[in-house]
């Protein structure tokens, strides 16, 4: 089983508006809505690519319900702390005339300490059924920076290698217990390195230092380019293949999806990195979040190039 955290869980709401501008009144071309949050969306590509997953977290109220009610229909498994308040709502923008993505995300609930507690009990007795765990996304308010890092090392703890695509101080504190797997943005690792980053040469000593502190692989994402991985063994460069790019929203988790779906078919470490890479592509080139097909990632491998970086 694929255990998935996503602390804040949503309703997603993304929007097609030909010609935004802030302040004046518009009609969508097109929308859609589905339940959100890294870790489902996540859990959704992995479906799409054939894979089974459990989704662990926070939810709450209403929306709460609709998120429940969506993993059920998407035949994911929600295993969610119900929260005492309600969840966020998420609504994303499209302008696919000027090419533009705004992005307005509500705080979210609440945890209460009984609520953090009870999630983490939950979370160690799923690490008993799991072959791989993913912990991605923020947090609710009242969530200490410290949770990633305890969750981590219960996964360690308990033999589970263990993925976690967060930012901010709570990748910052997850470091400390050295996770399997982290995929950071640019930005992101530079934060972690404390200083600007060279594309591949200073991305690689980033990631190096990280993997010094026991970290097996570094998947940094540069966006359309496509990401640099570095791990004990090698890196490389993964450069996506060229597609019209409709909307980035949810690119990042679809490529958690490819990676994940591609080490549990056992495939080796080269051909995750394609797989991830092709399916962050592959959820680029649609509207809203999630992949089209696994089909849609397999046509993307023969053009996603991987390279050894010296």
């Given at each position: ?108 609930p609440l945890a209460s ?51 976690v695509d967060a930012h ?23 934060a972690l390195a404390g ?116």
């Open positions: 089983m694929i255990l998935i955290l996503c602390c804040n869980a949503a309703m997603d709401r993304t929007y097609r508006v030909p010609n935004f501008r802030p302040g004046k009144f518009h009609h969508t071309s097109d929308f859609q809505v589905v339940a959100g949050g890294k870790g489902v969306n996540v859990a959704r590509a992995l479906s799409i690519l054939g894979h089974k997953s459990t989704v662990t977290g926070f939810a709450g109220g209403m929306v709460g319900r609709f998120i429940v009610a969506e993993l059920h229909r998407l035949k994911i498994r929600p295993a969610f702390v119900e929260t005492a308040e309600e969840s966020r709502l998420v609504q994303n923008f499209i302008d696919p005339v000027a090419h533009t993505e705004t992005r307005v995300d509500e705080l979210g300490p009984r609520e953090l507690r009870r999630l983490e009990r939950r979370w160690k007795k799923l690490l008993a059924e799991a072959q791989i765990a993913i912990i991605a996304g923020s947090t609710p308010r009242g969530s200490p920076d410290t949770l990633y890092r305890d969750l981590v090392t219960a996964a360690k703890q308990a033999g589970v290698p263990v993925i901010d101080a709570l990748l910052a504190q997850s470091i400390a217990a050295a996770p399997t797997i982290i995929t950071p943005n640019l930005a992101e690792l530079q200083r600007q980053l060279t594309v591949p040469q200073g991305v690689q000593q980033g990631a190096g230092e990280l993997i010094q502190q026991g970290i097996e692989l570094v998947l940094t994402s540069l966006g359309n380019v496509g990401a640099i991985a570095v791990a004990p063994s090698g890196c490389w460069l993964v450069e996506a293949p060229e597609v019209q790019v409709v909307s980035s929203v949810g690119s990042g988790d679809a490529m958690v999806a490819g990676l994940v779906a591609a080490t549990v078919e056992g495939l080796p470490l080269t051909e995750q990195l394609k797989w991830a890479v092709a399916a962050g592509t592959a959820n680029a080139a649609v509207f809203g979040m999630g992949l089209p097909a696994r089909s849609s990632v397999e046509d993307l491998l023969a053009d996603t190039a991987l390279t050894p970086l010296d």
